[in-house]
């Protein structure tokens, strides 16, 4: 198994702006501002049509989905909280938390997926039934997979419950390894892509966000124990998006870790050195969708890891 997809799937937005049913649990969205929905949308709409572009010139293919305007989804630009898409042929569907954000599934992804792309999907494992028990996993924002080691990674939250992601795990073949992670505030941290990234050779984690204990010990030492150079960051970092990054790679093989400027821009050269050594930097102006949808690149790429 490869960790990194040279196809990720994004979805193009017509009606993007803060999200008042997710704002509760996510304290990185902030709605104080003097533009209108308006402006807000065009303004996300071209950061995300320049991200396209920037991953199309280094040769990463992209499937583009275009949002509708009805039903209302402020939150679908970031697709990978519904849907993920795995080597074996697995697609997975995921129950999420806000009635809003569960309007973003689209099944004509996977058609596409399969017509235009060539890729092959051999099950669907639909789980949004746990919705109606207020059972809550989402995707890969809540699971950052190990695919080569098979290890699946969750930090607690409302919109990440433990016996579902072991229930999800068992069946995709993954080992589990939970622990807590916790802001500045002592709040839970909303989704685990937050506070860390997986690549093949490094993982990129705010090893201070995660509860002192046994489990962020044996959480770190499962990482290092693969192979991964921990490139530790701090609660600054992970507030400017610093853990919300991923590794693609394009057609040749050559890998690039996307980022946001915002987090590019936090990283210290000492930390910038140690990723170069492993992978390109492309750092991504998002700053709109940042600041209103209190998510930023990782939260906008579904990778496509499904077998041609």
């Not at 938390?97 to 997926?113: F, H, K, S, T, W």
């Not at 939250?157 to 795990?169: A, P, Y």
Request: with cysteine; net charge negative.
């Amino acid at each position: 198994m490869k960790q990194t997809a040279h196809t990720v799937m994004m979805v193009r937005p017509v009606r993007f702006g803060f999200n008042v049913e997710t704002a509760e649990s996510n304290a990185f969205q902030h709605s104080e501002t003097q533009l209108t929905p308006a402006e807000i949308q065009q303004k996300a709409l071209a950061e995300f049509d320049e991200f396209v572009e920037k991953l199309q010139a280094n040769g990463i293919e992209v499937m583009v989905v275009e949002d509708t305007e009805q039903p209302h989804t402020p939150d679908s630009i970031f697709p990978n909280n519904w849907i993920s898409f795995h080597e074996d042929g697995k697609v997975v569907l995921y129950p999420m938390l806000a009635n809003n954000r569960r309007q973003e599934r689209r099944m004509d992804v996977i058609g596409r997926l399969q017509s235009e792309f060539g890729f092959k999907v051999r099950e669907v494992l639909d789980i949004t039934n746990y919705e109606n028990q207020d059972i809550i996993l989402e995707g890969t924002g809540s699971i950052i997979f190990d695919y080569p080691h098979q290890l699946a990674y969750a930090t607690r939250s409302s919109r990440t419950e433990e016996k579902l992601f072991r229930q999800l795990c068992d069946r995709l073949g993954f080992k589990p390894v939970l622990c807590d992670a916790v802001d500045k505030d002592g709040m839970d941290i909303y989704h685990t892509n937050v506070v860390m990234a997986i690549g093949d050779q490094f993982a990129v984690i705010c090893t201070d966000a995660l509860k002192p204990d046994e489990e962020k010990k044996a959480f770190i030492a499962s990482l290092e124990n693969t192979g991964h150079e921990i490139v530790d960051i701090s609660f600054d970092q992970l507030y400017a998006f610093a853990g919300n990054m991923i590794q693609v790679e394009n057609q040749e093989g050559k890998t690039f870790l996307l980022m946001s400027q915002t987090s590019f821009d936090s990283l210290t050269d000492v930390q910038k050195n140690h990723l170069e050594q492993y992978t390109s930097l492309l750092p991504m102006n998002v700053h709109t969708i940042e600041q209103f949808g209190g998510g930023s690149v990782r939260c906008m790429v579904a990778g496509v890891h499904l077998p041609k």
